[in-house]
């Protein structure tokens, strides 16, 4: 018998920025009800990859009666296209969608994302459920809102807020969730355990092989506990001002590694050395002591990730810190960690501290 799902409620300002986020197994008999009364048609979303998970959901939708169609769109960042939503306009429009109808989302975080873009934008906002089905798109990209496409300017520069009506997160999707996509988001779970709660870095230190096996009770309550503090700061801070910030724990400087790559390094990954990077800022401005940030570096290191990153790129990342950051101005913020739970943002007041940490981190 599987567990009863875990529901995780975000209470935004408004009835519309409120939805459930459940946990388990075996949800899709939820759907229905999630999608409530006015809904007549649905818009699956899903790559080629997800086709049998995005067969199950229009069955499950058409078994109730409702119009259920199908967006089979591209694989990964190739989804997130605006060519890609102009399909998915087309298909919406050809088929009369109203207000009242809805999209759903099967897929990782890039799916998630373009959908929740397309949800936004037709007829000003409809409807949207996501079902992610990769670790990251569970734990970060479908609770949130914050949907957005790539253009030839920059990833993710055009989106929307649109908090979705449901989220889903079906751990039967990890079972064929390659094994690379797994652990490299386990990241941001690491990421969640330093900044909000000691437990999830407990649970993986307890027995880090068992923390990636993808049906095992351990990884459940790890994505449970990264939903739940994700579901908390997201409901305090629905526009990203205060305490969201924090979840950028150790991506100032990943999002600088994946501009120097080319976006050929996996998220997580970045991530995972970013979060090193960070600890060793904090160290060395008497933050972090060095317990904590010796912490950093065994944690990922069990779970397979990287910890350190070729001393030969300063020049590169620091400049892509500096146009990651530039809506904030010139002087580059960090999160750092005061004590395990207690992040704070320390502006840098010269960047020869950061270079240092760099350093610490060089192979
Ligand atoms: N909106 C947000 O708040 C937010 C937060 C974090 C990340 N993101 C976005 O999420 C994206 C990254 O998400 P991702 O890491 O899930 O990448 P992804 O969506 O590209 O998925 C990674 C790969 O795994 C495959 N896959 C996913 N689930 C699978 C499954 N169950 N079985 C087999 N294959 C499966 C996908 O087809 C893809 O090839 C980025 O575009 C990023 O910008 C958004
Ligand atoms: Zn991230």
Same mark, same amino acid.
């Given at each position: ?136 798109? $569970?734990?970060?990209? #479908? ?8 253009? /030839? %300017?920059?990833?993710?520069? @055009? *989106? ?104 050929? $390094?996996?998220?997580? #990954? ?8 960070? /600890? %060793?800022?904090?160290?060395? @401005? *008497? ?77």
């Amino acid at each position: 018998m599987p567990l009863a799902p875990t529901t995780l409620k975000v209470s935004g300002n408004t009835a519309a920025e409120s939805y459930p986020v459940l946990v388990g197994n075996g949800l899709l008999g939820h759907l229905p009800e999630l999608l409530g009364p006015s809904v007549k048609k649905v818009l699956v979303i899903h790559p080629r990859a997800l086709r049998t998970t995005g067969d199950v959901v229009r069955d499950e939708l058409a078994n109730v009666g409702l119009e259920a169609l199908t967006a089979e769109i591209p694989d990964a960042e190739e989804g997130k296209h605006i060519q890609v939503a102009s399909f998915c306009w087309e298909v919406l429009g050809k088929n009369d969608f109203t207000r009242s109808d809805a999209v759903i989302s099967v897929g990782g975080g890039a799916v998630t994302d373009l959908a929740g873009f397309v949800a936004a934008t037709w007829l000003r906002g409809v409807k949207v459920i996501h079902i992610p089905t990769s670790l990251l798109g $569970m734990v970060d990209a #479908a609770v949130g809102g914050k949907t957005g496409i790539n253009t /030839a %300017e920059g990833k993710n520069l @055009v *989106g929307a807020f649109h908090p979705p009506a449901a989220v889903l997160a079906d751990l039967d999707a990890l079972a064929t969730l390659p094994k690379n996509e797994l652990v490299t988001g386990m990241a941001e779970i690491v990421k969640t355990g330093f900044i909000a709660d000691e437990r999830i870095l407990e649970l993986i230190e307890e027995d880090p092989e068992d923390a990636i096996n993808p049906g095992s009770a351990r990884l459940r309550e790890l994505i449970e506990r990264t939903i739940a503090v994700k579901v908390d700061v997201v409901s305090r801070d629905l526009k990203e001002s205060g305490d969201r910030e924090f979840l950028n724990y150790g991506h100032t400087l990943a999002h600088a590694i994946e501009l120097a790559e080319r976006y050929q $390094m996996r998220h997580g #990954a970045a991530v995972s050395i970013g979060l090193c990077f960070a /600890a %060793e800022l904090g160290r060395s @401005v *008497g933050y972090t002591s060095d317990e904590i940030a010796d912490r950093h570096v065994n944690i990922l290191k069990s779970l397979g990730l990287p910890t350190t990153y070729r001393n030969d790129r300063w020049a590169a990342l620091l400049d892509g810190m500096k146009r990651d950051k530039k809506a904030r101005g010139n002087q580059l913020r960090f999160v750092v960690l005061e004590a395990i739970g207690k992040p704070r943002i320390y502006e840098v007041p010269d960047n020869s501290l950061l270079f240092a940490a760099y350093q610490e981190i060089g192979e």
